[in-house]
């Protein structure tokens, strides 16, 4: 990994469950790169959304994109040069929840503020997109098994992932590499995490794909 074909900056991306973190974790930990996780246990509304999403949508979306905003504002091109990251978030994306979970007066002020600190956000120079079907996603959150996320259900889930879908459908500001990661286990299975990093040494510019099939 000395001669590195690997972005200085990269994002996982992807909907609840899928791996994100996770598979965020162990790219950093290969790389010896600085890690940018979003925080979402630093949320203090977040458990009230997924139990009342009305009353809790806008100062949940609020504080996210705040946190957001302050972790990626520092990042300016000189310093990526130097220093290698990887976050499990994209700033772009947090567009994506406020539309599917606040009202019409909340999104016009939240659009307001994001529009605001938008400017000031350095884009990655690779996203990996994972993807999978939500049978799947709500396997994987009922067996990691934290509380909160219990109360998720599917069609929730399923408008999420559309919006995935559609969001990255149009998405140009970077490169991406979108993954099938419903058959395999790039946190557990150093098979299919291999497959995973020699697929990075070949990404260009522009859109890729990648279904690998699992490894042993």
Avoid: C, W
Avoid at 5 to 14: A, D, R, S
Avoid at 36 to 46: I, S
Avoid at 66 to 75: D, F, W
Avoid at 150 to 168: N, W
């Amino acid at each position: 990994m000395s001669e590195r074909n690997y972005p200085g900056y990269l994002v996982v991306e992807g909907p609840i469950g899928v791996g994100k973190t996770s598979l965020a974790r162990r790219l950093a930990a290969s790389f010896g790169s600085e890690l940018l996780l979003e925080g979402a246990d630093d949320n203090p509304f977040l458990e009230r959304f997924y139990a009342n999403p009305r009353d809790a949508a806008f100062p949940t979306q609020m504080h996210f994109l705040m946190q957001r905003a302050e972790q990626l504002r520092g990042l300016r091109q000189a310093d990526l040069f130097e220093t290698t990251r990887i976050a499990d978030f994209l700033f772009q994306k947090d567009r994506l929840f406020a539309q599917l979970t606040l009202n019409a007066d909340e999104f016009d002020l939240y659009r307001r503020v994001y529009d605001h600190l938008a400017p000031d956000v350095h884009p990655p120079d690779l996203v990996i997109y994972l993807q999978a079907p939500v049978s799947i996603l709500m396997e994987r959150i009922r067996k990691r098994g934290i509380a909160h996320e219990q109360k998720i259900d599917a069609e929730y889930l399923q408008r999420l992932s559309d919006a995935y879908v559609e969001f990255f459908h149009h998405y140009e500001q970077a490169p991406l590499l979108i993954v099938n990661a419903a058959e395999i286990d790039l946190v557990n299975s150093d098979a299919d995490y291999g497959q995973l990093l020699e697929r990075l040494q070949t990404v260009g510019s522009g859109r890729h794909f990648f279904n690998p099939a699992p490894i042993g």
